[in-house]
Nanobody, 120 residues
Framework: QVQLVESGGGLVQAGGSLRLSCAGSGRSIRNYALGWFRQAPGKEREFVGATSWSGGYTYYSDSVKGRFTISRDNAKNTLYLQMNSLKPEDTAVYYC?????????????WGQGTQVTVSS
């Protein structure tokens, strides 16, 4: 099991940018495909994007495609989510998770989340 801790959330104006980090500990994240998810108030948790163990393959939900970029630094045991052109509807708690089996697998181990608030 790998422990994940997200950071980098905060308050930003619409059109602004934030970069979230997800630091792994306990085991190396290089063994895992990883994903980002988010949960807005009153809504179910939704998929944002995912990356393969090497970072060679990434894919995104339609709602963030072209604005968000996932990257990873396995040497630093850290996953990133660069968020540009933020919109008020991006406001949510953002979570990282290991994915079971492959980049298309279900989430398995979760971080505690970091709040992102986008003001209009």
């Amino acid at each position: 099991q790998v422990q994940l801790v997200e950071s980098g959330g905060g308050l930003v104006q619409a059109g602004g940018s934030l970069r979230l980090s997800c630091a792994g500990s306990g085991r190396s994240i290089r063994n895992y495909a990883l994903g980002w998810f988010r949960q807005a108030p009153g809504k179910e948790r939704e998929f944002v994007g995912a990356t393969s163990w090497s970072g060679g393959y990434t894919y995104y939900s339609d709602s963030v495609k072209g604005r968000f970029t996932i990257s990873r630094d396995n040497a630093k045991n850290t996953l990133y989510l660069q968020m540009n052109s933020l919109k008020p509807e991006d406001t949510a708690v953002y979570y990282c998770a290991t994915l079971k089996g492959s980049v298309l697998g279900p989430p398995e181990d979760w971080g505690q989340g970091t709040q992102v608030t986008v003001s209009s």
